[in-house]
């Protein structure tokens, strides 16, 4: 605001009606005005200038007391709070203590959690130990699963094997042309029995390359007894082979006979396997031609001697089965002296039972073999049984092959020269 000033007689009289012409000369509204003029231009804005200052004045006491009254109201104010502080702090002095209380029973809680923690902690350690026990004897535990399961599945394969082959073999029917039969399969043809030594189809029982006769069909209206001579002797010969030849002079089948009655098992292999494919090509004879195309005769046996002997050749393919309850068998039409069985197409494998031979009043014979990977010997009992023109036998062990040591082993053709 403006310092008020007062008016000066020089504004009066520049203001004034002394200030105008003696003689008004204007309006009358101009002329009435002269006399205004000083009111209007000098008095009415000073006064008016006091007035706001006054009001102004008046409006700051206003101001101040109302200021006052907010301050006597904020000082009330400020005292309740104040008494409130002064509460609110014994309150805190109470509860701070009830802190401390709490905070000494939360630290003796806090020890006894650390014990119990360290407590757990060697518990969880003896557990982690005991766990990693558990784990390692897991694991071993499905290493063996493992292990068994797939010795399981090559049983079962071998089982399957075992079984199929024992199906296929457990044959005794009236004999079908139109069937496949393997060796061991047994049929009925005209009356007559026989076994199957060859696997093929369409071969008539009569064809002893495939077949060998078991039991031939009596004459019809003779009844039971001994088999006539028309049905095993057809040739006419009549009688038996040894006996005819203990009859004979020197140099017969009987001489033949003691000679092959005193030579070792080994001899006997020595003697037949110098001439291999001699024997293979006298399969279906029944007699056997001079032994020639060897230098070696160490035993003094001549060609007469040999031809006077009887001989059945064949072969069977093996079934993989071997033990007392498998037993191979080959009937020949004759009293069987000596029978040499071999594997036909021979591996190169030095473990392999590739062979056996057995002659008369032998029960048991060690096959021939050659050394395990261990270098111990591989050789293996076999035990065999005659019963009159039929041979059976049966070996110990798989011999690290199935049938291997019994000459059985499963899908594999073995050869057979016996002689009587």
């Keep these: 605001m403006d310092a008020l000033q007062k008016i ?32 209007r231009q000098l008095v009415a804005p000073a006064y008016n200038a006091a007035v706001d200052a006054i009001g102004e004045i008046n409006a700051t006491e206003t101001g101040i007391q109302a200021e006052e009254a907010l301050r006597v109201t904020a000082e009330s104010g400020r005292v309740s709070a104040e008494n409130g502080r002064v509460s609110a702090e014994n309150e805190r002095s109470s509860s701070e203590a009830l802190r401390d209380s709490a905070e000494s029973a939360r630290i003796s809680a806090e020890t006894a959690r650390s014990a ?9 350690n003896g557990r982690a130990g005991t766990e990693l026990e558990r ?9 063996a699963e493992v292990a068994r399961a797939a010795t399981e599945v090559a049983r079962v394969g071998a089982e399957a094997q075992r079984a199929a082959a024992e199906s296929a073999r457990n044959v005794w029917e009236s004999f079908n042309a139109a069937r496949a039969y393997t060796a ?3 049929v009925s043809y005209q009356g007559s029995s026989y076994v199957c030594v060859q696997a093929g189809a369409g071969n008539l029982p009569t064809n002893t390359a495939f077949w060998t006769l078991i039991a031939a069909k009596g004459i019809d209206g003779e009844g039971a007894g001994d088999m006539l001579a028309a049905t095993y002797d057809p040739t006419g010969k009549a009688r038996d082979i040894f006996a005819y030849a203990d009859q004979q002079a020197s140099g017969s089948a009987a001489a033949v006979q003691a000679s092959l009655n005193n030579h070792a098992a080994s001899d006997i292999v020595h003697l037949m396997a110098g001439d291999r494919a001699r024997w293979n090509a006298k399969a279906n004879t029944t007699t056997l031609t001079a032994h020639t195309g060897r230098t070696d005769n160490p035993h003094g046996v001549t060609a007469a001697q040999i ?23 080959l009937t020949f039409g004759f009293v069987p002296k000596i029978v040499i069985i071999y594997r036909v ?47 059976s036998w049966y070996g110990s062990s798989q011999f690290g092959y199935t049938g291997k040591s019994q000459c059985n082993e499963l899908n594999v053709i073995y050869n057979y020269i016996a002689i009587g």
């Design 8 to 39: 000066t007689e020089a504004q009066m009289d520049a203001n004034g009606v002394c200030s105008a012409p003696n003689v008004l000369n204007g309006t009358v509204a101009q002329n009435k005005a002269v006399f205004d003029k000083m009111v």
């Design 116 to 124: 119990a923690e360290s407590s757990r902690v060697n518990a969880e």
């Design 135 to 143: 784990v390692n004897a897991e694991t071993a535990r499905a290493a």
């Design 184 to 186: 061991g399969n047994k």
């Design 307 to 329: 031809g006077a002997a009887r001989i059945a050749t064949g072969s069977y393919t093996g079934t993989g089965i071997f033990g007392p309850a498998n037993l191979n068998s």
């Design 345 to 391: 197409n021979l591996p190169l494998r030095a473990e392999m039972v590739d062979r056996l031979m057995w002659y008369s009043g032998l029960t048991g014979v060690i096959s021939s073999g050659g050394q395990s990977q261990n270098g111990t010997s591989t050789n293996d009992t076999v035990t065999f049984t005659q019963s009159g023109t039929t041979l």
